[in-house]
T-cell receptor, first 113, second 115 residues
Framework: RKEVEQDPGPFNVPEGATVAFNCTYS??????FFWYRQDCRKEPKLLMS???SGNEDGRFTAQLNRASQYISLLIRDSKLSDSATYLC??????????????FGTGTSLTVIP | NAGVTQTPKFQVLKTGQSMTLQCAQD?????MSWYRQDPGMGLRLIHY???????DQGEVPNGYNVSRSTTEDFPLRLLSAAPSQTSVYFC??????????????FGPGTRLLVL
């Protein structure tokens, strides 16, 4: 079973739409959670960390549900520049071996004019 | 700061050839790692290091070696390239390895084709 599962999409939405991505993780020992953004043929870049209480950064809202082992990302008022692949990432700290990060396969978003 | 740099950007190898993918960071990060990214598979961890002289295997280590002689550099060696190693390789680093919420910074990637 994969550590992180995401709906690969693709999601094609019009400008101004609200879109939500979901992600589940299998290891209850997961400690930290992130959403990364990856543009075509580029490296992943941190979009936002996900905190237990939920957090917002402008048009982006991330939620974490530890009981259900579920992470979400909501994008409001979609812009053309939001078109990218969004990666769900969990971090498991293993006492001797330090961090290991596990990536979902990514959800593709295309915002249409 | 240059951040995380990788060389080469592109490489074509023949089956059986060996090569080293270079990775360097100038942020004094303790934690460095190598991933490969394949369509439909996401990023998978190959090897990682929590500091100079310390390395460990990730999810898909077979066919790859690493060493960490300095904090800055973390080269990945392909011992005998195989077509299954055709992929995009990313190096990443983060400041610590025991703290929560550590952000990873990625290099621009190396696209490798093995014929």
């Amino acid at each position: 079973r994969k550590e992180v599962e995401q709906d690969p999409g693709p999601f094609n939405v019009p400008e101004g739409a609200t879109v939500a991505f979901n992600c589940t993780y299998s290891n209850s020992a997961s400690q930290s959670f992130f959403w990364y953004r990856q543009d075509c043929r580029k490296e992943p870049k941190l979009l936002m960390s996900v905190y237990s209480s939920g957090n917002e950064d402008g048009r982006f809202t991330a939620q974490l549900n530890r009981a259900s082992q579920y992470i979400s990302l909501l994008i409001r008022d979609s812009k053309l520049s939001d078109s990218a692949t969004y990666l769900c990432v969990v971090n498991i700290i293993q006492s001797r071996r330090g961090n290991q990060f596990y990536f979902g396969t990514g959800t593709s978003l295309t915002v249409i004019p | 700061n240059a951040g995380v740099t990788q060389t080469p950007k592109f490489q074509v190898l023949k089956t059986g050839q060996s090569m080293t993918l270079q990775c360097a960071q100038d942020m004094n990060h303790e934690y460095m790692s190598w991933y490969r990214q394949d369509p439909g598979m996401g990023l998978r961890l190959i090897h990682y290091s929590v500091g100079a002289g310390i390395t460990d295997q990730g999810e898909v280590p077979n066919g790859y070696n690493v060493s960490r002689s300095t904090t800055e550099d973390f080269p990945l060696r392909l011992l005998s390239a195989a077509p299954s190693q055709t992929s995009v390789y990313f190096c990443a680093s983060s400041y610590g390895f025991r703290g929560l919420g550590e952000t990873q910074y990625f290099g621009p990637g190396t696209r490798l084709l093995v014929l």
